[in-house]
């Protein structure tokens, strides 16, 4: 699976930036999905997951919840970010992950960048104050 990020830019505080994650393959429905981000100097981070489509569970970090909303669309092997009321906090390279399911991982569990076997190439978002 090779997945490709787009969507990142410069956006003041407040604002929104939808990122899109394009991804090859015919199997794209049985993927787990995951953003994560890294701010310069810093570790990366989980932001949010969503469970292959059967299963349909979403997943956030405390620091997004109720301002991130992740979702996919199977028809165009796309996984979104929408992202509002951004921060400048939020600023960083943002990576889209793909993974293969376990029967055995709950949605929580998806939260490790240790399960995601594709990584895409990154985008960046700045958010100005």
């Known amino acids: 699976v090779q997945l490709q990020a787009s969507g990142g830019g410069l956006v003041h505080s407040g604002g929104s930036l939808r990122l899109s994650c394009a991804a090859s393959?015919?199997?794209?429905?049985?993927?787990?999905l995951g953003w994560f981000r890294q701010a310069p100097g810093k570790e990366r981070d989980f932001v949010a997951a969503?469970?292959?489509?059967?299963?349909?569970?979403?997943y956030y970090a405390e620091s997004v919840k109720g301002r991130f909303t992740i979702s996919r669309d199977n028809a165009k092997n796309t996984v979104y970010l929408q992202m509002n009321s951004l921060k400048p906090e939020d600023t960083a390279v943002y990576y889209c992950?793909?993974?293969?399911?376990?029967?055995?991982?709950?949605?929580?569990?998806?939260?490790?960048?240790?399960?995601?076997?594709?990584w895409g190439q990154g985008t960046l978002v700045t958010v100005s104050s």
């Open positions: 992950a793909a993974a293969n399911p376990r029967s055995s991982y709950g949605i929580s569990d998806y939260s490790s960048s240790g399960k995601y076997n594709y």
């Open positions: 393959g015919r199997t794209f429905s049985t993927y787990a």
């Open positions: 969503i469970t292959p489509s059967w299963i349909g569970t979403t």
